[in-house]
């Protein structure tokens, strides 16, 4: 049976959930909201499934050891890349899987802005999934749902976090599915936030402005463009821009754990296709994105993909790269986690939100150091782990 030693070696994918025969395994949430496998040694049968399955690893299944093709992309109409995170590939792509009677998954909302991952079958449901949500989503029984869809011959399109990604390959894999029909996007990731860090601000923001959010935006292009990055909030049918939660999301101190040893930080895809802000767009074309609304960046990791792409060809306008022009930071390596990462883990179960919020609301000297000597970072990282670890046996 699967023993996670360290919370930084699961990712949360839930393959092992979907795997286990005997259904013994339920994901648990820690301090901050991110899932965690706990198995119920009564039902465990020790078959060994839940660990064979599990993806989190450097020997994850890739599309192909080369990505084949990189394009800047842009939607041909303005009002879908307005509407989308980047240049609006995500939407491109699923109008063909949905007008070819298909479904699409992908991060949308439950509840009051909870997020995780939805079924949709019509374009109104994926319009939900459209734009960046800075939290880590929760899969819940997606992965067997999307083995039936594949089981009944369907048409799907999974799109998600690449340790999602490959966390479904996996699963797949194990069930022996046919997944000829599948089509898998990955996203290239920075890091996951914190559900309960989410969930506190919102319920902040709200009291603060005295009414319930009936809109949210993590990244709002409409006032401020593309590049620049703030969230906003619709409360009493004002729409509110705050920069708190942007904030903490790059300081890189409300991440899962796994994030910090991210396995898909590079070019070596789980998915057939990969989608991405285009970060460096005017090395390739510098009017192609004049009025920063917004460009994809797309790489075609398989075939699959490569043919998926061609079939949406006419309604994008697209510029094929090099890769040399596309390679930011989270294809070469993890993001860089805050030294006080498990501080601030510390001080919210401890004294809650509005605490954490104010206390850790500058970029620390530590962490500046760490940016500039590598020694420092290490030093710090294993200080680090030896506490996580030490906590996580005592949560146990
Ligand atoms: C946590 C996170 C980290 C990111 N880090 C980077 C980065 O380092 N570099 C970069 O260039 N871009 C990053 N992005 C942005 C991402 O690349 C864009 O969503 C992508 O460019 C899609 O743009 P689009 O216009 O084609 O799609 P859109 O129409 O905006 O569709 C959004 C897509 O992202 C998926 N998605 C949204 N939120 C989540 C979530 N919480 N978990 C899983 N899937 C989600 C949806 O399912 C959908 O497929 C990140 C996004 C998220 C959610
Ligand atoms: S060892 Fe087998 S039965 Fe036990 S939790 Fe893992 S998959 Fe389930
Ligand atoms: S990474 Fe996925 S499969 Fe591995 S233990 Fe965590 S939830 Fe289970
Ligand atoms: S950074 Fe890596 S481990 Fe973290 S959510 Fe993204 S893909 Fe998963």
Same mark, same amino acid.
């Given at each position: ?29 820690d ?48 009002? /879908?890349?307005?509407?989308?995170r ?9 109008? !063909?899987?949905?007008e070819?009677?298909g ?9 009051h802005?909870? =997020? ?6 019509t374009?109104?449901?994926?319009d939900?999934f459209?734009?960046?949500k800075?939290?880590q ?19 799907v399109?999974f ?22 029909k ?5 996203i =290239? ?20 402005h ?6 949210v935006s993590?990244?709002? *292009? ?26 903490l ?12 040893v ?21 090395? =390739? ?30 309604s994008?306008?697209?510029?094929k790269?090099?890769?040399? !022009? ?7 390596s ?8 498990? /501080?601030?883990?510390?001080? !919210? ?9 104010? *206390? !850790? ?31 996580w *046996?005592?949560?146990?």
């Amino acid at each position: 049976m699967i023993i996670i030693d360290n919370p930084q070696n699961c990712c949360g994918c839930t393959a092992c959930v979907s795997v286990c025969p005997r259904k013994a395994i339920t994901m648990q949430p820690d301090a901050l909201g991110f899932l965690y496998p706990q198995i119920d040694k009564d039902l465990c049968t020790n078959c060994g499934l839940c660990e064979k399955v599990c993806a989190f690893n450097e020997n994850y299944e890739k599309s192909s050891d080369n990505i084949l093709d990189v394009y800047a992309v842009r939607h041909k109409d303005i009002k /879908e890349i307005e509407k989308s995170r980047s240049g609006a590939m995500f939407v491109a792509i699923t109008d !063909y899987i949905l007008e070819n009677n298909g479904v699409v998954y992908g991060a949308g909302y439950s509840d009051h802005f909870r =997020v995780t991952h939805k079924r949709a079958v019509t374009k109104t449901e994926r319009d939900e999934f459209r734009g960046s949500k800075y939290v880590q989503s929760e899969l819940g029984s997606t992965f067997t749902k999307v083995y039936k869809d594949l089981k009944n011959g369907t048409l799907v399109c999974f799109s998600g976090t690449p340790c999602q990604v490959a966390g479904l390959r996996s699963f797949l894999k194990a069930q022996k599915a046919n997944t000829e029909k599948l089509l898998l996007i990955d996203i =290239v990731c920075h890091g996951t936030p914190s559900p309960y860090i989410w969930r506190d601000y919102l319920a902040y923001i709200e009291k603060k402005h005295k009414g319930k959010a009936t809109g949210v935006s993590f990244r709002d *292009k409409e006032d401020i463009g593309w590049t620049a990055h703030k969230e906003s909030f619709i409360i009493n049918n004002h729409k509110i821009t705050t920069d708190t939660y942007t904030d903490l999301f790059y300081k890189h101190i409300m991440f899962r754990h796994s994030c910090k040893v991210c396995h898909f930080a590079n070019t070596s895809r789980p998915s057939n296709i990969t989608i991405a802000d285009f970060w460096g767009w005017q090395n =390739v074309d510098k009017d192609f994105n004049k009025d920063d609304k917004g460009v994809s960046l797309v790489f075609i990791n398989s075939l699959k993909g490569k043919r998926f792409f061609e079939k949406v060809a006419t309604s994008v306008n697209t510029i094929k790269t090099k890769l040399q !022009y596309a390679l930011q930071p989270n294809l070469q390596s993890p993001s860089i986690p805050n030294p006080r990462r498990m /501080e601030f883990e510390i001080d !919210y179960t401890r004294k809650g939100f509005i605490y954490v919020a104010k *206390k !850790y609301g500058n970029i620390g000297f530590i962490c500046r150091l760490m940016q500039k000597y590598p020694i420092i970072a290490k030093i710090v990282w294993n200080v680090n782990d030896r506490i996580i670890k030490k906590l996580w *046996k005592r949560r146990k």
